[in-house]
């Protein structure tokens, strides 16, 4: 997690109580949910995110993203108007079933979330990365809380859903978790660009910067929204994710 997402992160965990005098540290809970959550959203979690575009490989080669300025628009809008709103949206629903102890509402929105993607790569990229999640969460970070979300649980459970499970269970507030999460996307959707344009890792940080606004200001969308509101009118990129299933020469798999 790069150092934009810790300094969003960080204020949001620490409370008046659990701060030493002198501010020198994260204490007690807010250490180990900060600790946790730089470790799950890392680029090194093994979920196998660098495997995936998002439909970005398919957007390259058809000439609409060409450089950094066009890249970043294209993630903006996939941020506000897209997917990276729409799991956000999964994400609140699931940390809060969780929460709540509401396990019709964590399996319907878990349902909702696996029929809500728009091509059978995208459908492959979001329930592989859940279920790795899920398994590497399960083997090194074992809760019973966990263990219990979990065992009420059918079918798949996509990417977004298995984080929001995953840390309401381990206890960690959901706004901080969502920041990070969207940093994550936004952070691997730029890895992608920058291998495919290509970008320098200069210019890739630009584009991480100049979305600052855009991550921070979707999360707070997601955190009001309900499932009544979700929606997507980035047809382009949906195209794009639908393109690549037969793109020619191909490094992602979505």
């Known amino acids: 997690m790069a150092i934009t997402s810790i300094t969003t992160v960080i204020p949001m965990l620490m409370t ?29 979690f093994p979920v196998g995110g660098f495997s995936y575009s998002s439909g970005i490989e398919w957007a390259v080669e058809a000439g609409d993203i060409g450089n950094a300025e066009t890249l970043r628009g294209w ?44 091509s059978r790569e995208r459908q492959l ?17 074992t809760h019973p809380g966990l263990e219990q979300a979990l065992s009420h649980c059918e079918g798949t459970l996509v990417y977004p859903v298995a984080v929001g499970l995953v840390v309401a269970a381990h ?21 992608a660009g920058s291998r495919l344009i290509p970008l320098g890792q200069t210019d890739g940080q ?8 855009v991550v921070a200001a979707t999360p707070e969308r997601a955190m009001c929204a309900t499932l009544d509101d979700l929606g997507s009118a980035t047809f382009r990129a949906d195209l794009a994710s639908l393109r690549h299933e ?5 490094l992602f798999r979505s």
């Open 16 to 44: 008046t109580t659990s701060l030493p005098s002198d501010d020198s540290a994260l204490m007690g809970a807010d250490a180990a949910a900060l600790y946790r959550l730089m470790t799950w959203l890392s680029p090194a």
């Open 246 to 250: 037969t793109q020619y020469t191909r």
């Open 125 to 141: 990229e979001t329930s592989t990365q859940g279920r790795a999640f899920i398994e590497t969460a399960r083997a090194a970070w």
């Open 75 to 118: 993630l903006a809008a996939m941020l506000t108007d897209g997917s990276g709103f729409c799991d956000g949206v999964f994400l609140v629903q699931a940390h809060r079933a969780v929460e709540a102890g509401d396990h019709g509402a964590l399996r319907d929105v878990a349902e909702l979330a696996a029929a809500f993607v728009p």
């Open 171 to 191: 206890g960690i507030p959901l706004q901080p978790t969502l920041h990070a999460f969207m940093h994550a996307v936004v952070s691997n959707w730029i890895s």
């Open 206 to 213: 630009r584009v991480l910067a100049a979305l600052e606004p």
